[in-house]
């Protein structure tokens, strides 16, 4: 090890308030330690996100007590003061300490810290910000990422995730932060404020779409996360008494015993919902990721129940939402929004409502500010933004809220999600929506394969051909290619929180026989695993 980073490694040490993190970098060897320390973790997609472990490319005390200086520090000068800060966590491995971390970092920095009475769902930070006037929100959570990791998210602008500058800004500000050790920290006062909110919470989501006369009968898992008790106690509130839960799924467990991706998305992690649907003979299955911001919906289908894909989800409550807005949407120019990943239906929909489209970069914190007007965005990858008004983010829970509506709606006229997707297929087409991920160990080669198709792009995708847009020349500005042809998409990018490389797919396949949508889907289904095909030998070029 050279003198300049056993330096830094004996100065991280000196500095770590927790024994456990210090006696575990002092147990490492030399080419582990210049693992730890080659760079740290960075301040990147909505905050920090990262494995649970000492130094600073990990999730630690030390790195959650200098992060929450910096934003404390950088809130101060852009408000002049202070104000009052949301402070919530889930339940993974660290977020209790964390949370305490971060929670007397900025009481001792002279904020009002609101901290959520229990571990809890992401929502519960973006609306608790919004509805109290803070200055900030901070929710210790990694969302659906694997059980060694955590993260620490930050909403600003009234309840959204922040955005650069301010990412940049606070970065540099952790760069130049003292030791942890000598940060001071204080116990946060209890605020009332923290039940009064959360209890707001759960009254503005069970008023979106109380249950009509006809019953629905629900199942439902948290994925191990923290979202079970509040969506349970939400569905009650909005007359949904019929709901039947994972058992083994629904007691928070950092660990994830039961799934090896805590993730909706992934293939496997709902095997025990749908077979708890099948079960019970469920109208609806409900599925949030680990800290419910995100909400995956099952349906039975002709041949059997599976999970709707996020595009099928969002595009069925994007239709839903603009043919029965909330009381109090804008009631001319209504805006939906979604991202340049994910399915184009949305906006032939809006088209035949009247209403706008916006495509955004990926992310929420960019669809949440897609413009005023906004009634509804949605995430390919499950996100689902059904009450803009009051939670500027994705919120699984309101969004279960209100696919239960809709299902129940639907089941009064004898009818249910699959029928209404069919009805979408026969007015616009059937648009159907594949990803392939290549997971990397050395993150060198995405840059190269994105480099390899910028250097010499595909002309053909599937035998069609294709032209090729690089959104580095767009504005705003994102490392993505999309090849588009004559009824095929494909979007190509780095995904921002995991080391894959991410392929979206897209297919688009008029329905000839307006009394059969099958044969379409089956078209579609087949040129899609053409266009999977294609792409699977496009990962290689790196």
Same mark, same amino acid.
């Given at each position: 090890?050279?003198?300049?980073?056993?330096?830094?490694? +004996?100065?991280?040490?000196?500095?770590?308030?927790?024994?456990?993190?210090?006696?575990?970098?002092?147990?490492?060897?030399?080419?582990?330690?210049?693992?730890?320390?080659? /760079?740290?973790? *960075?301040?990147?997609?909505?905050?920090?996100?990262?494995?649970?472990?000492?130094?600073?490319?990990?999730?630690?005390?030390?790195? !959650?007590?200098?992060?929450?200086?910096?934003?404390?520090?950088?809130?101060?000068?852009?408000?002049?003061?202070?104000?009052?800060?949301?402070?919530?966590?889930?339940?993974?491995?660290? *977020?209790?300490?964390?949370?305490?971390?971060?929670?007397?970092?900025?009481?001792?920095?002279?904020?009002?810290?609101? #901290?959520?009475?229990?571990?809890?769902?992401?929502?519960?930070?973006?609306?608790?910000?919004?509805?109290?006037?803070?200055?900030?929100?901070?929710?210790?959570?990694?969302?659906?990422?694997?059980?060694?990791?955590?993260?620490?998210?930050?909403?600003?602008?009234?309840?959204? &995730?922040?955005?650069?500058?301010?990412?940049?800004?606070?970065?540099?500000?952790?760069?130049?932060?003292?030791? #942890?050790?000598?940060?001071?920290?204080?116990?946060?006062?209890?605020?009332?404020?923290?039940?009064?909110?959360?209890?707001?919470?759960?009254?503005?989501? @069970?008023?979106?779409?109380?249950?009509?006369?006809?019953?629905?009968?629900?199942?439902?898992?948290?994925?191990?996360?923290?979202?079970?008790?509040?969506?349970?106690?939400?569905?009650?509130?909005?007359?949904? &008494?019929? !709901?039947?839960?994972?058992?083994?799924?629904?007691?928070?467990?950092?660990?994830?015993?039961?799934?090896?991706?805590?993730?909706?998305?992934?293939?496997?992690?709902?095997?025990?919902?749908?077979?708890?649907?099948?079960?019970?003979?469920?109208?609806?299955?409900?599925?949030?990721?680990?800290?419910?911001?995100?909400?995956?919906?099952?349906?039975?289908?002709?041949?059997?129940?599976?999970?709707?894909?996020?595009?099928?989800?969002?595009?069925?409550?994007?239709?839903?939402? +603009?043919?029965?807005?909330?009381?109090? #949407?804008? *009631?001319?120019?209504?805006?939906?929004?979604?991202?340049?990943?994910?399915?184009?239906?949305?906006?032939?929909?809006?088209?035949?409502?009247?209403?706008?489209?916006?495509?955004?970069?990926?992310?929420?914190?960019?669809?949440?500010?897609?413009?005023?007007?906004?009634?509804?965005?949605?995430?390919?990858?499950?996100?689902?933004?059904?009450?803009?008004?009051?939670?500027?983010?994705?919120?699984?829970?309101?969004?279960?809220?209100?696919?239960?509506?809709?299902?129940?709606?639907?089941?009064?006229?004898?009818?249910?999600?699959?029928?209404?997707?069919?009805?979408?297929?026969?007015?616009?087409?059937?648009?159907?929506?594949?990803?392939?991920?290549?997971?990397?160990?050395?993150? @060198?080669? $995405?840059?190269? $394969?994105?480099?390899?198709?910028?250097?010499?792009?595909?002309?053909?995708?599937?035998?069609?051909?294709?032209?090729?847009?690089?959104?580095?020349?767009?504005?705003?500005?994102?490392? /993505?290619?999309?090849?588009?042809?004559?009824?095929?998409?494909?979007?190509?990018?780095?995904?921002?929180?995991?080391?894959?490389?991410?392929?979206?797919?897209?297919?688009?396949?008029?329905?000839?026989?307006?009394?059969?949508? @099958?044969?379409?889907?089956?078209? /579609?289904?087949?040129?899609?695993?053409?266009?999977?095909?294609?792409?699977?030998?496009?990962?290689?070029?790196?």
């Amino acid at each position: 090890m050279g003198a300049e980073l056993a330096e830094q490694v +004996l100065a991280w040490i000196d500095a770590d308030p927790d024994p456990v993190t210090r006696a575990e970098l002092d147990a490492l060897d030399a080419d582990a330690l210049a693992e730890r320390f080659a /760079a740290p973790l *960075s301040f990147g997609t909505a905050g920090l996100r990262g494995p649970v472990r000492g130094g600073p490319s990990g999730m630690n005390v030390a790195v !959650v007590t200098r992060t929450t200086w910096a934003l404390g520090e950088w809130l101060k000068a852009k408000c002049l003061g202070g104000g009052t800060v949301v402070v919530g966590r889930d339940a993974r491995r660290g *977020s209790e300490a964390f949370f305490a971390a971060a929670t007397e970092v900025l009481a001792a920095q002279g904020f009002a810290v609101v #901290a959520l009475p229990e571990p809890g769902p992401t929502p519960w930070v973006s609306f608790a910000t919004k509805a109290l006037g803070a200055v900030a929100g901070v929710q210790i959570t990694a969302s659906h990422n694997p059980p060694a990791d955590n993260g620490y998210k930050v909403y600003l602008d009234g309840g959204a &995730q922040l955005v650069s500058p301010a990412d940049a800004e606070i970065e540099e500000l952790i760069r130049t932060a003292p030791g #942890a050790k000598t940060i001071p920290r204080t116990p946060a006062p209890v605020d009332p404020r923290a039940d009064e909110v959360v209890d707001a919470y759960l009254r503005r989501v @069970s008023a979106l779409r109380p249950a009509p006369a006809t019953s629905l009968r629900i199942a439902l898992t948290p994925m191990h996360g923290v979202g079970g008790k509040v969506a349970v106690e939400a569905l009650r509130r909005s007359g949904f &008494q019929d !709901v039947h839960v994972v058992e083994e799924q629904f007691a928070p467990d950092g660990e994830f015993p039961t799934v090896t991706f805590p993730n909706p998305e992934e293939p496997g992690a709902s095997d025990l919902l749908l077979a708890l649907a099948e079960r019970v003979d469920a109208d609806l299955a409900v599925a949030l990721d680990p800290d419910a911001d995100r909400c995956a919906l099952g349906a039975r289908f002709p041949d059997g129940w599976r999970m709707l894909s996020g595009d099928e989800s969002g595009s069925l409550l994007g239709a839903h939402m +603009l043919d029965e807005p909330l009381a109090g #949407a804008p *009631s001319s120019e209504p805006l939906v929004a979604t991202t340049i990943v994910s399915s184009e239906l949305l906006g032939a929909i809006a088209e035949a409502h009247g209403a706008r489209y916006a495509r955004t970069l990926t992310g929420f914190k960019n669809l949440v500010r897609a413009g005023d007007g906004l009634v509804f965005a949605y995430e390919e990858a499950l996100g689902l933004c059904v009450d803009p008004s009051t939670v500027r983010d994705k919120d699984g829970i309101s969004a279960a809220v209100v696919a239960a509506g809709y299902a129940a709606a639907l089941k009064a006229q004898g009818r249910g999600l699959p029928d209404a997707l069919d009805d979408l297929y026969r007015r616009h087409g059937v648009y159907l929506t594949g990803q392939y991920a290549l997971r990397v160990e050395d993150v @060198s080669r $995405i840059a190269a $394969i994105m480099a390899a198709l910028r250097a010499d792009p595909p002309v053909e995708v599937a035998n069609i051909v294709v032209g090729c847009e690089d959104l580095l020349t767009a504005r705003p500005a994102t490392d /993505a290619l999309v090849f588009r042809g004559d009824g095929v998409r494909v979007t190509v990018r780095p995904s921002g929180t995991e080391p894959k490389a991410k392929f979206y797919l897209e297919v688009i396949e008029p329905v000839t026989d307006p009394n059969d949508t @099958s044969a379409a889907c089956e078209r /579609a289904r087949q040129r899609l695993a053409t266009v999977t095909d294609t792409v699977q030998e496009w990962a290689a070029f790196g």
